[in-house]
């Protein structure tokens, strides 16, 4: 009858799901050991530059991916204010959650700029931009259950020359972020794109290394321009309610 066929069918569908789940938990573990590998031996170089000069907790954590990985002056652009860069090269959203215990509850900072989603756009296969908000919003969370007033600021993913093809899942990623802050107590978006190009809203080639993805300095000079005044703000905020 019909309705046995639909429990054979029912019983054959979740019997398949319970033997393919063991094999779904090794890809995942298999996929996580390989990202580890990757950014091991980053999190080798924090440990040594913590023992060196062990941080302050209640200070401005910087996370994130290449983009502030490079940015290796930002401490001295950003001063008087007092940050901590921890961001690593090829990071995706879903390793700023992976590595959440041994970036925000090791430092416990009272800001955090937050820089990732771009490298989830082009992995292979590539993440749609709600999936990828979709692990920001889980970061804020975990972020807010242990640290209630703890400020984010995000910043926006950059329109890069090398992904113009992509550029519309940009857009679209950071406009859910954009929404997402503008509704969220303890968060801000800060729009970086509009230093990066001409009066024509072409980029600004200049600033881009041969890749047209990373940048020169003049490139964080016009970061620090726009993130600068914002940073300050939002600090004097945490500490006024602190």
């Not at 700023?96 to 430092?107: E, I």
């Not at 995000?154 to 113009?164: E, G, I, N, Q, W």
Request: with cysteine; net charge positive; proline share 7%.
């Amino acid at each position: 009858t019909v309705r046995n066929q639909e429990l054979k069918t029912n019983h054959f569908a979740a019997l398949t799901a319970l033997l393919l789940a063991p094999l779904a938990a090794l890809h995942a573990a298999d996929e996580a050991a390989k990202r580890w590998a990757q950014y091991e031996s980053s999190f080798k170089a924090f440990a040594d530059a913590d023992r060196v000069n062990p941080p302050k907790p209640g200070g401005i954590l910087f996370v994130g991916s290449s983009i502030f990985r490079q940015w290796t002056n930002v401490a001295g652009q950003m001063a008087p204010l007092p940050v901590l860069n921890r961001a690593f090269g090829g990071s995706r959203t879903g390793d700023q959650l992976a590595r959440f215990d041994q970036l925000v509850l090791r430092y416990a900072p009272k800001v955090i700029v937050y820089y990732c989603g771009s490298n989830d756009l082009k992995a292979t296969p590539p993440d749609a931009p709600d999936v990828i908000f979709g692990r920001f919003r889980e970061f804020s969370g975990r972020v807010h259950a242990k640290f209630p007033a703890m400020r984010i600021v995000f910043v926006s993913s950059t329109r890069s020359p090398d992904r113009v093809a992509r550029w519309e899942q940009v857009d679209h990623y950071n406009g859910l972020v954009r929404a997402y802050c503008a509704a969220t107590p303890h968060h801000t978006f800060v729009d970086v794109n509009p230093a990066l190009v001409d009066r024509d809203g072409r980029p600004r080639i200049e600033l881009y290394k041969e890749d047209k993805l990373h940048f020169y300095p003049p490139g964080y000079e016009a970061f620090t321009a726009i993130l600068k005044p914002v940073l300050e703000q939002v600090w004097a905020e945490a500490n006024s309610t602190a």
